[in-house]
């Protein structure tokens, strides 16, 4: 089996004069799905973008080991299946048209059963429908059946049950179990609910404490 791995390598982020994090060195791999907590404005989005490669450290190294291959962060974007709450879709757009256009930039091992499962959503006649009509839950359940049903080897899901009741919270956890296999997979949220498959975290408020030395390099395994 192939294992996906993503190394940080001592990153930090600033914008303008603030830190967002420092001194970050981990290593995650595809045995388990990781949990990125932290309470809101603590680095959390800022830290998926960064291992997305939409943004660039102010410091460190992020590496990427994908189908036994090193990537280098900028031609990483085709292996990464990203939802969060400041992705957006393209309104125009009806459903189908949507899962077409995402098809083509990241197709889907079988975009056929990426249509059957949106059929299933509560909401009739949900693919002739364009995205402006849908309300912010049906908006988030595409959006994570994008992500989740990409071919993708990263997966990274930011704060994935926003606007979403607690059947849809079923649905889309037991998705991802459906199709974790052989992925890396970080969910970002302060939500428990979010974090119930996560075997392991990361508490992103950590790395502002930058004068405890024992915090370097550290990686809190296995959520008991």
Not at 46 to 60: M, N, Q
Request: proline share 4%; charged share 20%.
């Amino acid at each position: 089996m192939q294992a996906q791995q993503v190394i940080c390598e001592n990153i930090a982020k600033r914008f303008q004069y603030e830190w967002v994090f420092k001194e970050l060195s981990c290593l995650f791999t595809s045995e388990h799905i990781y949990g990125i907590l932290g309470p809101n404005g603590a680095g959390k989005s800022t830290f998926l973008r960064v291992i997305s490669g939409f943004t660039t450290p102010t410091r460190g190294i992020v590496k990427y080991v994908l189908n036994d291959k090193d990537w280098t962060q900028s031609n990483v974007y085709a292996n990464v299946g990203y939802c969060a709450p400041y992705i957006d879709l393209i309104e125009e757009m009806t459903v189908l048209e949507m899962v077409k256009f995402n098809h083509v930039m990241r197709p889907f091992p079988s975009i056929d059963l990426v249509i059957e499962g949106i059929k299933q959503f509560p909401f009739r006649g949900i693919l002739t429908k364009r995205i402006i009509e849908l309300s912010s839950g049906m908006k988030q359940r595409v959006k994570l059946i994008l992500a989740i049903m990409s071919g993708s080897a990263i997966l990274l899901l930011d704060e994935p049950g926003s606007n979403l009741d607690t059947l849809a919270n079923v649905w889309w956890q037991e998705l991802l179990v459906r199709h974790r296999d052989n992925r890396l997979i970080l969910i970002a949220s302060n939500d428990p609910q979010d974090l119930k498959l996560c075997t392991s975290q990361l508490d992103i408020t950590s790395y502002k404490n930058f004068d405890n030395k024992l915090l370097k390099n550290r990686l809190i395994d296995v959520i008991e």
